[in-house]
């Protein structure tokens, strides 16, 4: 009888958009889909996720918002420091692949809840460490990569799960502003507790009790099983093997794919392979902008001689203030804008969402090799030309996850999310930061130590960012040249 009612159910071909499998006036015994929208209660899930992603991006760019002080601390040269967040991002996409693998197969509420557990505590204990164990800071910072790693892959799916294709964009656009709202704080964070106690340590000790409420909260409000979309795809599966079955006497149900088959399978999926190209050059950017922005305006000032040079034992940290708000702010305004420019040129162009992607990271590009040409005489005109780029960076990070939802069925998107993980970091954000130190160190190593060196040096390291930017623009607009025909074999 159950089964009758699921294939009388299935909702016409035009109903399903976007690849979202929702069974119009179905009920499904793990969860129904109402006819009203979704219930207050999944409101509170999505923002206690919101809430622990907050916390997650303040967790990623502390150490960002006090490079200077670390430096000193240590005694690291450029390459060295670089290396903390490469270690933090290659253990962060390392764990990524084995957590997608859980998620699609696993309860995600204890994933969620471990992961933050986990990296909260990390964090606390880093807080402790003196000078001369340098390197159990190093490894701390890969600990905090494994813990994040639970949450980024998981939590999108459940709200992908919780919410139909208009409020899914919606919800998912909420979802990832708190990436650069999360990204400010930290600077913000890491910069006002060490300027308010003189030392660094205290940047690392707020954010794990802040770790514990979301735990707490995840307890209370998430239930064991948040499988909506899933289940209603499921029975739309379920209805559509009923059918053939109908027809092709002798025809079995469709088994359960492998993790292996599951990435053939995206690998073969054109759009998704081209759109998380595009993502990693994002990457590939945001991770060396968010890691030497404040140290580069820092010794542009220097140049200028505007700031003096950093002897104390706290350093002014007045470039973080700023740089954090400005990523607050350009975050929040990019994401927005992202996401309603998508919802009103779907409407006439299916190909909307990876042209918007592209025509963001070219404008991205030409803002940040601006910024960086200008530096040397105006350090308003930088600050302004770097808003912009973030601005239009910002823009492409719920369009470019929800290309990915709905050109991949969602029986394969917590892999899908977690491979896309592991490239856009390995190739992105892991080895930018280290790169870009490693070029400056070279550069000031064969010329006589000066500040004029030391902001050169960093000048031309950056120069690089703007051509990958370029690289991600052209990725995005190969990926509209197959985005169609994807979303058409998702839905079916």
């Known amino acids: 009888a159950h089964e009758n009612t699921a294939l009388q159910s299935r909702p016409p071909p035009e109903e399903l958009n976007y690849g979202a499998a ?49 430096q000193k601390y240590f005694e690291l040269n450029d390459g060295e420091t670089g290396l903390l967040q490469t270690v933090f991002i290659l253990c962060y996409m390392l764990a990524a692949p084995i957590f997608g693998y859980l998620g699609d197969r696993y309860n995600r509420k204890i994933i969620l809840g471990a992961g933050i557990s986990f990296w909260s505590g990390v964090t606390l204990g880093s807080s402790f460490i003196s000078e001369s164990y340098y390197w159990i800071f190093f490894l701390s910072r890969g600990l905090v990569g494994i813990g994040t790693a639970s949450y980024s892959t998981v939590a999108p799916t459940i709200i992908a799960d919780l919410f139909e294709e208009g409020k899914r964009t919606t919800m998912l656009s909420i979802f990832y502003i708190f990436i650069p709202v999360g990204s400010g704080l930290g600077y913000v964070l890491a910069a006002s507790m060490t300027g308010v106690t003189g030392d660094w340590h205290w940047a690392f000790r707020i954010t794990p009790c802040m770790g514990g409420l979301a735990v707490v909260l995840l307890i209370l409000l998430v239930p064991h099983r948040t499988q909506r979309r899933t289940a209603a795809h499921r029975a739309l599966s379920i209805s559509g093997t009923i059918r053939v079955a109908a027809e092709k006497p002798g025809v079995k149900r469709t088994a359960k794919t492998t993790w292996c088959q599951d990435v053939a399978s995206l690998a073969k999926n054109w759009s998704f392979v081209w759109s998380s190209l595009g993502l990693t050059a994002m990457a590939f950017v945001t991770g060396a902008l968010g890691m030497w922005v404040p140290l580069f305006l820092y010794r542009a000032q220097v140049v200028q001689g505007t700031v003096p040079p950093c002897l104390q034992k706290s350093c002014n940290s007045s470039n973080s203030l700023i740089f954090g708000g400005i990523t607050i702010g350009t975050g929040i305004l990019g994401v927005i804008s992202g996401a309603e420019a998508a919802r009103r040129l779907r409407k006439i162009n299916n190909k909307a969402d990876p042209l918007i992607c592209a025509t963001s990271m070219f404008i991205s590009s030409l803002c940040l090799y601006i910024a960086l040409m200008v530096a040397q005489t105006n350090i308003l005109s930088t600050f302004i030309f770097i808003a912009f780029g973030e601005l239009f960076l910002s823009i492409n990070w719920a369009v470019v996850t929800d290309i990915l939802l ?12 977690a491979l896309q993980i592991l490239v856009s970091h390995l190739l992105g954000d892991s080895g930018s930061p280290s790169l870009i130190g490693i070029i400056s160190s070279a550069i000031q190593a064969k010329k006589a130590d000066s500040f004029l060196w030391s902001f050169w040096s960093m000048q031309y390291s950056f120069i690089i960012c703007a051509f990958v930017g370029v690289f991600g623009g052209v990725f995005f607009l190969l990926t509209s040249f197959y985005i169609e025909e994807d979303r058409k074999e998702a839905e079916r």
């Open 22 to 70: 929702a069974a119009h006036g179905s009920q499904d015994p793990v969860m129904s889909v109402s006819e009203n929208g979704p219930a207050k209660r999944d409101y509170l899930i999505a923002a206690v996720l919101c809430y622990a992603n907050l916390i997650n991006f303040m967790d990623w760019y502390i150490v960002p918002g006090i490079l200077l002080d670390l």
């Open 406 to 417: 709905y050109v991949v069925t969602p029986r394969r998107q917590s892999t899908a999310i």
